[in-house]
Every structure is written in structure tokens, then in C-alpha cells.
């Protein structure tokens, strides 16, 4: 459990803010992976995937790396409204954000994000195939250019204007939401029934 009845506002939300830092920086913390959901215009619907959490940022701005020419890169570009979904099953808490994306592709801050990116992980921003071209084969998939490039590797930075914690508890469960407008302003809310 991170979040007791006997937390004040903003010891909950400095609790969470840790975790999530701490996340970014440890393979194994269980919110290392994330879900991320965006909306595909032309079909009406909405698609989720996970992700890997790579930075948390003191502004509560949420970074993860994937391949420019993804679905969800194409959604993102069409409509930035996206929502987070976190479970830690160790602390049995949930944290939700609605935010707005920003992609960064072939531009100074993806170029240097790039020299993160090592050896064979590099790959994963590399098929010759666009990510969920159909196959016949798996085999058709493993298939890079001799160098590996940043050609297609994209950041993208989740920046939030809602927050939600809901920490299970038995019977006696805790929640609380926050909204802000600003990433520089603070967070507004407080508990809720759950
Ligand atoms: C645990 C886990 C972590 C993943 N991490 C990433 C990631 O960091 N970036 C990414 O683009 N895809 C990641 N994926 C794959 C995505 O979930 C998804 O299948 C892929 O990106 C294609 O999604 P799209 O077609 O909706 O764009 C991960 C999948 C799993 C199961």
C-alpha cells in the first residue's frame, strides 16, 4: 500500500510522483510499463497498447520511444489527446492521466535521446518492414539495414491535465483526482469516493 488515510494531499501526490521517477530509472519497478491509449479518427475507436516508461519528469511529463511509423504515431498526429494507465500490483495502486502528446521525430531532442538508444536496441526503431505490414511468415520480420539509424525513432512526451490515484485498500478503498491547466501550475483536487 503507498497511500494511507493519514496521507495529506500532497504527501499522496509526492508518494506517487517518487514511485513514478523511480519507475523510469528500474527494469524491474512494476510501473516500469505503462498503457497508453490514443483515439483513430477514421474509425471512431479507441486503441491501447503499452509501453515502457524512459523518463519521468519533475513536471510529471511522461516519455516513451517508438517507431514513427506506427498506428499510434499516425493517431497522435491526427488528435494528441491520450490517457495513461499505470498499476503498480506490489502497492496495489492505479494512477490514470488524460494528456496531451508532443511527438519528436528527426529533431535535436529525438537526435540526442538517440545516443540512449545502444547496440541492439536500436533495432527496435529499425525494421525494413513498417511496423504491422502483413507477413507470411514471422521470419520476413527480422529483417534490418546494416546500419542502424535514427531514421524513424520517435520520442513522445505525455504532458498531463488529469490525474487519478486509486489506492485499493479491502473495503476501504482511497482516491483522488487532480486537474491542472498549466504543466508550470500546480495540481488542483482531493479525495473521492472511490
Ligand atoms: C511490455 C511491453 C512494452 C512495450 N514497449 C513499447 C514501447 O516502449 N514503444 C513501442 O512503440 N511499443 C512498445 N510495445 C509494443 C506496443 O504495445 C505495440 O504492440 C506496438 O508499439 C504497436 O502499437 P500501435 O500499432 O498501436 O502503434 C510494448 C509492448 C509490451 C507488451
Known amino acids: 500500500m503507498l497511500i494511507t488515510p493519514k496521507h495529506t494531499i500532497d504527501e499522496a501526490l509526492s508518494d506517487v510522483k517518487s514511485q513514478l ?4 530509472a528500474d527494469n524491474h519497478h512494476k510501473m516500469r510499463f505503462f498503457s497508453v491509449s ?3 479518427l477514421d474509425t471512431h475507436s479507441i ?4 509501453v515502457v516508461l524512459r523518463t519521468f519528469f519533475n513536471d510529471w511529463r511522461v516519455r516513451f520511444y517508438t517507431d514513427f511509423r506506427t498506428q499510434k504515431v499516425l493517431e497522435l498526429k491526427q488528435n494528441p ?3 495513461l494507465l499505470f498499476w503498480d500490483s506490489s502497492k496495489n495502486i492505479q494512477i490514470r492521466m488524460k494528456t496531451t502528446a508532443i511527438i519528436y521525430h528527426n529533431d535535436d531532442l529525438s537526435k540526442r535521446e538517440w545516443t540512449h538508444v545502444q547496440g541492439e536496441a536500436r ?21 534490418w539495414p546494416a546500419e542502424l539509424s535514427d531514421e524513424y525513432f520517435t520520442v513522445i512526451d505525455c504532458i498531463p491535465f488529469s490525474l487519478q490515484i486509486l489506492q485499493l485498500n479491502r473495503q476501504e478503498h482511497l482516491s483522488l483526482v487532480f486537474t491542472r491547466t498549466d504543466p508550470a501550475h500546480e495540481w488542483n483536487g482531493g479525495w473521492i469516493v472511490p
Open 21 to 24: 521517477t523511480r519507475a523510469a
Open 47 to 50: 486503441n491501447n497498447r503499452m
Open 38 to 40: 490514443t483515439l483513430d
Open 81 to 83: 489527446q491520450t490517457s
Open 123 to 143: 533495432k527496435s526503431y529499425n525494421s525494413r518492414l513498417k511496423p504491422g505490414s502483413p507477413i507470411a511468415s514471422p521470419d520476413e520480420a527480422y529483417l
